[in-house]
Nanobody, 120 residues
Framework: QVQLVESGGGLVQPGGALTLSCAASGRIFRINAMGWYRQPPGKERELVATITSGDHTNLADAVKGRFNISRDNAKNTVYLQMNSLKPEDTAVYYC??????????????WGQGTQVTVSS
């Protein structure tokens, strides 16, 4: 089995910054794309950013210019650097990864979520 563990969430004032981390562990042969999604209160889960194994990135329009996604393949970890945070960025942030596992092929895994609250 594979586990994704997020960290780095918390309370921050508008204009502040946070960095989220998500580490994958378990029976991993290789990780393809990794990404971050978020679910604001009372809304559907939405894409924030993705990064391929070749470091090609895609960011949602709402976060372009403010957020950056990166990964460390040696550590099976993906990061989300969030700058100039706004109250509308308040959400539970979820890590996602497409993992190739031994004998089971590629499977999609989610983290448990970490709360980010932007408020004064």
């Amino acid at each position: 089995q594979v586990q994704l563990v997020e960290s780095g969430g918390g309370l921050v004032q508008p204009g502040g910054a946070l960095t989220l981390s998500c580490a994958a562990s378990g029976r991993i042969f290789r990780i393809n794309a990794m990404g971050w999604y978020r679910q604001p209160p009372g809304k559907e889960r939405e894409l924030v950013a993705t990064i391929t194994s070749g470091d090609h990135t895609n960011l949602a329009d709402a976060v372009k210019g403010r957020f950056n996604i990166s990964r460390d393949n040696a550590k099976n970890t993906v990061y989300l650097q969030m700058n100039s945070l706004k109250p509308e960025d308040t959400a539970v942030y979820y890590c996602n990864a497409g993992v190739i596992t031994p004998f089971a092929g590629i499977q999609n895994f989610w983290g448990q979520g970490t709360q980010v609250t932007v408020s004064s």
